[in-house]
T-cell receptor, first 112, second 117 residues
Framework: RKEVEQDPGPFNVPEGATVAFNCTYS??????FFWYRQDCRKEPKLLMS???SGNEDGRFTAQLNRASQYISLLIRDSKLSDSATYLC?????????????FGQGTTLQVKP | DTAVSQTPKYLVTQMGNDKSIKCEQN?????MYWYKQDSKKFLKIMFS???????INETVPNRFSPKSPDKAHLNLHINSLELGDSAVYFC????????????????FGPGTRLTVL
């Protein structure tokens, strides 16, 4: 079983749509959680951290359910510029050093 | 201002050759990493160095040898290149957890696309 599992998609949605991505992780000792965004042939960039209390950044809302080992990302009012691969990431910290475990990524294509 | 830079951006080479990829960060971070992203797009950690000391060494063939001359640089040398080494290699850096205000954010370089023929 993969340590972090995501539906690879692609998700094809029209502009303005609301789209949700889900992710599960296998190691209950995982300590912190993130969504990264990766554009085609570019490096991953941090989109947002994910907390149990849920957090929102503009059109993006992330949620963590530790009991179910489940992470979600909701994008409202999709823009063409949201087209990218969204990577679910968990961190296994060892002392002071993080070890990021990446999911395969979910591809989003927003169409006009 | 380039935060994490890698050279070269593209590397095409023959099987059996030895090659190096260089990484530099100007963020003042103590920790640097190498990741490999294969053709299926999985990003996997290979190595981590904290202030020139090896911290994480995943199950990577010993043909891969990281070298950290100082905490701002982490280079990756690969001996006897094989077809399966073709991938995009990303360098990243971060501050230690407690020094960063308790965050685990890592900053990635632009990647080096290695093609072994």
């Amino acid at each position: 079983r993969k340590e972090v599992e995501q539906d690879p998609g692609p998700f094809n949605v029209p502009e303005g749509a609301t789209v949700a991505f889900n992710c599960t992780y296998s190691n209950s000792a995982s300590q912190s959680f993130f969504w990264y965004r990766q554009d085609c042939r570019k490096e991953p960039k941090l989109l947002m951290s994910v907390y149990s209390s849920g957090n929102e950044d503009g059109r993006f809302t992330a949620q963590l359910n530790r009991a179910s080992q489940y992470i979600s990302l909701l994008i409202r009012d999709s823009k063409l510029s949201d087209s990218a691969t969204y990577l679910c990431v968990v961190n296994m910290r060892s002392g002071n050093t993080g070890k990021l475990i990446f999911g395969q990524g979910t591809t989003l294509q927003v169409k006009p | 201002d380039t935060a994490v830079s890698q050279t070269p951006k593209y590397l095409v080479t023959q099987m059996g050759n030895d090659k190096s990829i260089k990484c530099e960060q100007n963020l003042g971070h103590d920790t640097m990493y190498w990741y490999k992203q294969d053709s299926k797009k999985f990003l996997k950690i290979m190595f981590s160095y904290n202030n020139k000391e090896l911290i994480i060494n995943e199950t990577v063939p010993n043909r891969f040898s990281p070298k950290s001359p100082d905490k701002a640089h982490l280079n990756l040398h690969i001996n006897s290149l094989e077809l399966g080494d073709s991938a995009v290699y990303f360098c990243a850096s971060s501050q230690p957890y407690r020094a960063s205000g308790n965050t685990d954010t890592q900053y990635f370089g632009p990647g080096t696309r290695l093609t072994v023929l």
